[in-house]
């Protein structure tokens, strides 16, 4: 996590949200990082490149993020879209540093979308409902325990 670090710190400021949620993220996306992982990735590319299979979309990169869902947290938190199609967008989730760029523009998105104009790194029950949105609610009550933990420092 700390090889991200000027990327976390960079994204916290610009989306206005504690450097902890993202780390919290990353972290347990890398922990649960499995074989489907790049087999999934592989099949997007297999789609794009090759016209082999039907795999538009995966999550993919350190946050595990949906070409999808990072457009749509364009048009939401910024109000555009700066990749032309998931494809694009896709490859440019395959950058350490976009990636956790995009991870804190999706948990910005979260917190639009729960009412939240500001979150405090003490306010857990908005966190924890942040994290859920990012995956669903047993995910938000796991991340919720790594990012108490990274507030121990």
Same mark, same amino acid.
Do not use: E, T
């Given at each position: 996590i700390w090889r991200f670090e000027p990327y976390i710190c960079a994204a916290s400021i610009v989306f206005n949200i504690p450097s902890n949620m993202i780390r919290a993220i990353l972290y347990r996306e890398l922990i649960c990082y499995g074989l489907d992982d790049p087999i999934a990735d592989l099949a997007v590319k297999s789609y794009y490149k090759w016209g082999i299979g039907s795999k538009d979309d995966s999550s993919t990169g350190v946050g595990q993020i949906f070409a999808q869902t990072a457009i749509e947290a364009e048009k939401s938190v910024i109000g555009y879209n700066t990749a032309i199609d998931k494809w694009s967008m896709w490859q440019k989730l395959q950058s350490d540093d976009l990636n956790v760029y995009y991870c $804190?523009?999706?948990?910005?998105?979260? $917190?639009i979308n729960l009412g939240y104009d500001y979150i405090g790194e003490d306010e857990y029950d908005k966190i924890e409902k942040v994290f859920a949105t990012y995956n669903n609610a047993a995910y938000g009550k796991a991340v919720l325990y790594h990012y108490l933990e990274f507030m121990k420092g």
């Open positions: $804190a523009m999706v948990l910005k998105m979260g $917190a």
